[in-house]
């Protein structure tokens, strides 16, 4: 049976992957935990939880004992905004938050660790359209550095452990549950929010700037199949390329105008601009598709429809 540890459930994917794997693995078996973040309602009352820092190795090992985890998804990390403003703290919790999950496996019998990485681990030298799996990473914030050296060291687990781990580069995320923070591709959320509360959005990135995203049910849904895949299938450990739906703000704000026709935008881009300029713009992720089956349901269209209605509902607009 699995028992499985959701490291970073008070975030933007972890509350809402802690609820998606307790539907598919039962409640009791998937231990929900954070550090100082207040997780959603849902979460704390639908199954395990627990409050412990991964920087304290001591208390990640009581917790994998107590409940005899052998499964674990680490997604707490510093997202490359936040990371940008604090870059040597940033650098130490997500390069050292791994390299104690990582140890971790090696030493306790953990049959798999999923760990994310992100389209921040490319940079101003990667090609920009169609990104391909395998290119030049040359990332220039704080955060792709830290995401691109992590992509090196799971590997490096793999190769010399045989730790079973397994990874997406993820796009900007976007979702109605819980609100991101910190991160260059959050005003692709923050811009639904925002039209139906108050009909009108200041974009922090400017009105061409073209980025992948993708809609949190194929997030989920990508993350769990590749747990799934059985191992001779997950030919990359470094982590794959996810490419969702690439979009810039100008056209996001053209498809939320459908819906709500009073809904205006204006731009005023911040230090993340110069973030958003480093990163793809669209990615090739034929090789996930290969090698695991990756598939997606959301397109833009269908996305924002979801996206306003369930926001609409949230504030009873
Ligand atoms: C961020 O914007 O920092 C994240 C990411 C793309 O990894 N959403």
Redesign the pocket.
């Known amino acids: 049976m699995e028992k499985i540890l959701v490291i970073g459930s008070a975030g933007q994917i972890g509350s809402e992957l802690v609820m998606e794997l307790r539907r598919v693995y039962g409640a009791d078996n998937v231990i929900a935990t954070v550090h100082y973040t207040k997780p959603p309602q849902e979460v704390l009352e639908s199954g395990p939880f627990e409050h412990f820092d991964v920087m304290n190795t001591h208390q990640l090992y009581e917790v994998v004992n107590k409940y005899k985890v052998n499964q674990i998804y680490h997604l707490a990390a510093v997202?490359?905004?936040s990371a940008e403003k604090k870059p040597l703290p940033s650098w130490d919790i997500n390069m050292q938050s791994l390299l104690n999950v990582l140890e971790l496996c090696r030493t306790v019998k953990i049959d798999k660790l999923f760990w994310p990485s992100?389209?921040?681990v490319f940079g101003p030298t990667t090609p920009r359209d169609h990104t391909p799996q395998t290119c030049t990473m040359e990332p220039t914030s704080v955060?792709g550095m830290s995401?691109l050296a992590g992509e090196r060291w799971v590997e490096y687990y793999w190769n010399k452990y045989k730790v079973d781990v397994r990874g997406i580069r993820?796009?900007?995320?976007i979702s109605y549950k819980t609100e991101?923070g910190?991160?260059?591709?959050?005003y692709a959320v923050e811009i639904f929010y925002e039209a139906v509360k108050n009909g009108k959005y200041t974009c922090f990135l400017g009105p061409d700037t073209k980025l992948p995203m993708q809609f949190m049910p194929d997030c989920l849904k990508a993350t769990i199949d590749l747990m799934e895949a059985p191992a001779e299938k997950v030919k990359i450990r470094s982590n794959y390329n996810v490419g969702g739906i690439s979009f810039d703000p100008k056209i996001l704000a053209a498809e939320i105008k459908k819906h709500i026709p009073e809904f205006e935008i204006e731009y005023k881009p911040d230090f993340r601009q110069a973030i958003a300029d480093s990163?793809p713009m669209s990615i090739d992720d034929s090789v996930a598709r290969a090698d695991w089956g990756l598939t997606d349901e959301y397109d833009l269209a269908k996305m924002t429809e979801v996206m306003i209605r369930e926001i609409r509902k949230k504030f009873n607009k």
């Not at 910190?182 to 959050?186: E, I, P, R, S």
């Open positions: 997202l490359s905004g992100s389209i921040a955060y995401k993820y796009p900007g995320i991101p910190g991160g260059t591709t959050d990163w």
